[in-house]
């Protein structure tokens, strides 16, 4: 009986939304989806179109747009659900929105990881990138990335438990049980924290690597450009994802009896929050993206057919 009302308990707990955080979702969440998606397509056709000789570096490229306009997919429904509160969507079509969303989050997470250590391979070490370096190894490393964060995500979303009502009424409302395990919270702050360690390691090399190089070539104002774009690049990951993770484990304390439970809604609004701040990297990626593709054209405007972005 206990266990039983403190499911309900559990439920109910993910069913409340503060207003606060249900205007944050009208305010942030709306011009992200209109604004990403444009963005990303146009970096996308870019892609496709413009750069028509692939390399590791528009293949990750590509792959991380892609990620990023199946997340924000699922945005109109998740703006919708948090605004009336019941939807009947079905218990299938639910979990695969939700699905849809977690695995293009962490599937974004990873292969920015894969940018970052790629452009740092190509810049300091150029013979050892020979090697490693190649598109259809690139392609593998995607494929590999996809196959993982779908095998992960299917496991815990398609897991029926007591917060998964038939009805599906609270979609996005609900987060499976089996999501806070310790095991799966553990292996998602695992993911998170290398990541964000092999990012911060491979752009302070790459920006040491840049401003030596520019202090004894004539390209300086170049390099200060480039320095630029790969500083804002690691502080567009940390701001957006950092949040969110920091929120995830406080919640899974609280759920575990390490804090009050009276933390509960506060944490889980604070969860959301970030929610919208992660969503808002689909758009700072297609920015980022922008900043590349015009210093490459400044720079070498003659040769576009055969764009290596990691050496911008």
Not at 24 to 39: R, S
Not at 147 to 172: E, H, M
Not at 186 to 214: D, E, H, N, P, Y
Not at 229 to 242: A, D, P, Q
Request: proline content about 3%; aromatic content about 14%; glycine content about 4%.
């Amino acid at each position: 009986m206990n266990q039983t009302v403190t499911s309900m308990g559990n439920c109910a707990g993910n069913r409340t939304l503060a207003d606060f955080v249900r205007s944050f979702h009208v305010v942030v969440n709306p011009p992200t989806f209109a604004l990403g998606l444009f963005l990303n397509i146009g970096a996308l056709w870019l892609l496709c179109v413009r750069f028509r000789k692939w390399t590791a570096s528009t293949v990750c490229m590509a792959n991380l747009i892609v990620a990023d306009i199946l997340l924000l997919f699922s945005l109109p429904f998740k703006i919708y659900v948090y605004q009336k509160g019941a939807w009947s969507l079905g218990p299938g079509f639910c979990k695969f929105l939700e699905s849809l969303y977690y695995v293009n989050t962490y599937a974004s997470i990873l292969i920015i990881t894969m940018i970052s250590l790629d452009r740092y391979i190509a810049i300091k070490h150029p013979f050892l990138a020979r090697t490693f370096r190649s598109t259809k190894k690139t392609m593998l490393a995607c494929i590999v990335v996809w196959t993982v964060v779908w095998s992960c995500c299917l496991g815990i979303y398609f897991k029926r438990d007591a917060c998964s009502p038939q009805n599906s009424q609270y979609c996005f409302f609900n987060h499976s049980n089996s999501l806070w395990s310790g095991t799966v919270v553990s292996f998602l702050q695992t993911i998170f924290l290398a990541s964000a360690l092999i990012m911060i390691f491979c752009s302070v090399q790459i920006i040491r690597a840049l401003q030596k190089s520019g202090n004894q070539k004539p390209e300086g104002k170049s390099n200060r450009k480039s320095v630029k774009i790969v500083l804002s690049n690691l502080l567009t990951f940390l701001v957006c994802f950092t949040p969110y993770h920091v929120g995830m484990l406080v919640y899974f304390l609280v759920r575990k009896g390490s804090i009050a439970d009276n933390y509960r809604l506060p944490v889980r609004n604070f969860l959301q929050i970030c929610l919208c701040l992660a969503n808002i990297n689909c758009v700072l990626d297609a920015v980022y993206y922008y900043f590349v593709v015009k210093e490459f054209w400044k720079g070498n405007r003659k040769s576009l057919k055969s764009v290596n972005l990691a050496e911008v």
